[in-house]
């Protein structure tokens, strides 16, 4: 089993950057490949990004790419995801989640574990 703790949300003007990171306990971390995922009111949670065990591997959804970038530490138990270029529309929870599947998901009932969310607000 593995614990998520988020944190590096809070609010910024359209055009700023954000660092979320997102902390694991346990030993096994290097097993589970990890996603980052936001949810905002009266919408479905949706897929932002994600990243094999390894970090050899990564996704993003179309409308997040070139402008954010995850990456994990797999010595440090943590996967960080850079937010440049916000735009109001990335206002929302974020959060993030580990998978013990064999595959790297777009979905959020492909993951096992979830953090409790950071709020990202971006300001127009």
């Known amino acids: 089993q593995v614990q998520l703790v988020e944190s590096g949300g809070g609010l910024v003007q359209a055009g700023g950057s954000l660092r979320l990171s997102c902390a694991a306990s346990?030993?096994?971390?290097?097993?589970?490949?990890m996603g980052w995922f936001r949810q905002s009111p009266g919408r479905e949670r949706e897929f932002v990004a994600n990243?094999?065990?390894?970090?050899?591997?990564?996704n993003y959804a179309d409308s997040v790419k070139g402008r954010f970038t995850i990456s994990r530490d797999n010595a440090k138990n943590t996967v960080n995801l850079q937010m440049n270029s916000l735009k109001p529309e990335d206002t929302a929870v974020y959060y993030c989640a580990a998978a013990r599947t064999s595959f790297l998901g777009d979905y959020p009932n492909e993951y096992d574990y979830w953090g409790q969310g950071t709020q990202v607000t971006v300001s127009s």
């Open positions: 346990g030993r096994t971390f290097i097993s589970y490949h």
């Open positions: 990243i094999t065990w390894s970090g050899g591997r990564t």
